[in-house]
């Protein structure tokens, strides 16, 4: 029982298909997170919520849409990616936002795209 | 901009031995240093974190060892074993950045 559950673990999708990510967490927490991890770079963080606003964008493509309709819930609506978004999605919390927050990882869900 | 730089990338050690880890940070600002472990089909697990307020930090086989001056942290596993095999990630900054990570090897 990690405390963050992201679903589902893998997805394989066409360019032109629309899906969404989902995380969960049972931790309390107040803010979350989304990440790309791809191969041989570091953790790119993508989105940020704290009591489900968002505090930021690091300048992400539209075709990635974050929703957090509630502290404990985090969804990424994903529409007309590109190959080179393959890659694993983690999902993160932690109790407030910040960077001396410790942070909670999902086991993330592997995307590739078709 | 940020910048945090860890090495070794790979890192092959007989169990038994010690493993250390080295980032540096670009960031004056930073006072977190978290250590994240990764195991393959997994998400990075926090291991052990310091605060800039504290030269080193201890739990059971590893520690994590601060130099604010130089702007370096490392990470020690002693007594290395098997299952400590894993993408090692450290991570500082105001935004938090992560480095590049350290995938280890430990063989029997």
């Known amino acids: 029982e990690t405390g963050v559950t992201q679903t589902p673990r893998h997805l394989v999708m066409g360019m032109t298909n629309k899906k969404s990510l989902k995380c969960e967490q049972h931790?309390?927490?107040?803010?979350m997170y989304w990440y790309k991890q791809s191969a041989k770079k570091p953790l790119e963080l993508m989105f940020v919520y704290n009591f489900k606003e968002q505090t930021e964008n690091n300048s992400v493509p539209s075709r990635f849409s974050p929703e957090c309709p509630n502290s404990s819930h985090l969804f990424l609506h994903l529409h007309t990616l590109q190959p080179e978004d393959s890659a694993l999605y983690l999902c993160?919390?932690?109790?407030?936002?910040?960077?001396?927050?410790?942070?909670?990882f999902g086991d993330g869900t592997r995307l590739s795209i078709l | 901009g940020e910048n945090v730089e860890q090495h070794p990338s790979t890192l092959s050690v007989q169990e038994g031995d010690s493993a250390v880890i080295k980032c540096t940070y670009s960031d004056s600002a930073s006072n977190y240093f978290p250590w994240y472990k990764q195991e393959l089909g997994k998400g990075p697990q926090l291991i052990i974190d310091?605060?800039?307020?504290?030269g080193e930090k201890k739990d059971q086989r590893i520690a994590v060892t601060l130099n604010k001056t130089a702007k370096h942290f490392s990470l020690h596993i002693t007594e290395t074993q098997p299952e400590d095999s894993a993408v090692y990630f450290c991570?500082?900054?105001?935004?938090?950045?992560f480095g590049k990570g350290t995938t280890l090897s430990v063989s029997s």
């Open positions: 310091i605060r800039s307020n504290v």
């Open positions: 931790l309390g927490h107040n803010a």
């Open positions: 991570a500082s900054g105001t935004a938090l950045i």
């Open positions: 993160a919390s932690s109790q407030q936002t910040g960077s001396n927050q410790p942070q909670h």
